[in-house]
Structures are given as structure tokens and as C-alpha cells.
């Protein structure tokens, strides 16, 4: 009993994790069965179907990688980027940046596009730079929790095809939370995690791969540089055939409760949770104005799970951040950046997006101000 560990529950209203119901708890807790048992292929298909379904995607290769969002983003790249392949980042916050600099470490030509913090990418100047360098692929963030910014994705498939490019989408913290379409937008490539509006733990990183972008990997002239990304490899276990082989353990448990996770996403329905984000992130805004707090990004351009807001003049950020966290016990997140020190990043995500924890994050401020 000496070594166990019994964290105090907190209620998690920042970039991530966020809360878990205790349906994906208990799901979490069950019994491991082994990763080629007939049970958990069978659980592994609904785990796709429920990820299609989500994804708003028909994509036959859609499926969960095992580790964080991260590894979604490089598996998203590691199996399409070969040595001086020409790759085009939209960048307007840390996420663009991420996926720029693993392009730079998979010996890519990246180049970075530049757009104010705060604000969403301009599309002719994507397509501008699209039309004069011909990347291989593009690279957008969809909902930047750096920032607090939705990127509305009509327009930017035609500017990547147009060019003979692949549509890269970072999905992390949309999903779930905000509407993700990936064959109405027509993306090619997008990554997840689970532990932001989807309230699973961290572990997982659902990820979906369009049939034009399967063409581009089996034309690859070079090996995957990474053994356990390796889409080849992968889908020898997750893909739909009949032998599944061994590649590398799948994190069983954590399957268990992304399962139960999706299923939740699905009895609710994707429309009435992408409303209930919207209509919680809208109650802390209005809740908050009134403190001194301001929303940093234009209504209309808002990720509703994350909302970044600019702090009163000569408060001390950080101190107000522990306080709420020793006392209350609720987590916010620190900006990052440009918005370090003077922004707030507050996340009501999954099932944290309520009225009820819009108003709980709201009256704890004056307590500790
Ligand atoms: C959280 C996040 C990631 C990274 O996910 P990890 O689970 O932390 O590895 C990537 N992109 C965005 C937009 C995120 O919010």
C-alpha cells in the first residue's frame, strides 16, 4: 500500500487531459484480453467504424495509433515525407510549428507559412505559395489549442490537389468538440488524440488516411524510417484482412476505453456535442467579461473547446493559476508563446463541456484574485 498512488480528482478545464466519465473508467478497468484474441479484432472493428463515424469519413483506413497526438502527427508524416520532399506548414501557433519541425527532422524542404496568432490562415496566400512551390503535402492545424482558433477548411482540398498535393489535418482538438468532415473537406490525412474532446485518457491518437494518400505511400521509394509508425507494418495487424499479425501489442486497455468513449460521442450525437461546446464556451465568455477577462480570438473564428482569454492588466498570471488549482482544485492552461504570461487557455472539453463547469471556473476567479 506504501508505493500506491491515489491522485486527488481535479476538475481538468485546460488543453488536456480533460475529465473521463466514469463509464470510460470503468471500461478502462477491465480485465486485459490478448491483442489477437477474436474479441478484441472484433472490438477493434466497431473502433474503427465509430472512428469513421466521427471523423465524418468512409476512409478504410482509419484507426487509432497507439500513443498521444503527436504520434498521430508523425505517423501523418513519417509515412508520406520522404528526403527532400517539399512539404508547405500553415503556422498560427505552436501545433504548425510541431509539424513543421518534424518535417525538418524527416529531411524535408519546409517551408513555413506565417500567420498572426489568433487569427485563421489566408487561403490565396496558401495557394499562392502552394502554386510557386508544389509541396507534396500541406499542413494545417484545424483547431489550434495554442490559440484558441478554428480553421474553416473549405477551399484548402482544392488549393493542396490543385497543386498535386496532399491535405494534412490536425484534428487534436476539434474532434469531438467541433465539426471534423473529413470527406466533405475532402483531407487526406488527419490525426487525433483522445484525451481532449473525445474524454479518454491520453494514449491514443485516432488517425485516417484518404485512398488517394494510400496511393502516394505505396508509391514511396525509400523505407519508413520508423519501425513502429510504419503504416505498412500497421496495417498487417489493423487492416481488414483476414490474418492479423503481430506488429507491436496494441494498448488493449486503452482500446477498451476509447470504445466506450465513442460510443458516448455516438448516443449523444456528434451535432448536440459540437452545440454543447459552443454553448459552454459561449457561458464562460459571458461570465468572465465582467471579471476584466477578454476573449483573444473574434467570435466567429473561435475553437469552441478551448478558449484563450487575455488576463486583467497587472495580474500575476501564474500565481492565479496555481491558487485555482490548490484551492479548487481546477486546472486552467498558460498561454504559450506570444500569449505566454497574459493569456489563459481554458479548456471545456467532452464532458467538461457543461453550463455547470463554465459557472464552477467563473466564481472560483474572484476567490482567488
Ligand atoms: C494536444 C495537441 C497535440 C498533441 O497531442 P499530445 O497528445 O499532447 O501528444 C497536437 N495538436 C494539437 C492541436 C493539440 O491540441
Redesign the pocket.
Known sequence: MTNAFFPTEKLLLG??PSNVSPRVLAALGMPPIGHLDPDFIELMEKVKVLLRQVFGTQNEVTFPVSG????G?EFTLVNWIEPNDKVLVAINGV?GT?LANLADRLGAQTTRLEFPWGDVIDKNQLAQKAEEIKPKIICV?N???STGVYQPMDGLAKIAHENGALLLA?C??SLGGMPVELDAWDVDLAYS?T??CLSCP?GL?PVSVSPRALEVFHQRKNPVPSFYLDLGEILKYVGTGQKRAYHHTAPVNMIFGLHAALCEVMEEGILERIERHRQAAARLIEKVLSLGFEPVVESEKRLHPLTTLRLPQGVDEAALRSALLNKHQVEVGGGLGPFAGSVWRCGLMGVNATIRNADTLASCIPDVM
Open positions: 488543453p488536456g498521444t497526438g503527436s504520434a502527427m501545433f510541431r492545424v483547431g489550434e489549442t490536425d487534436v482538438t488524440g484525451q481532449k491520453p491518437s
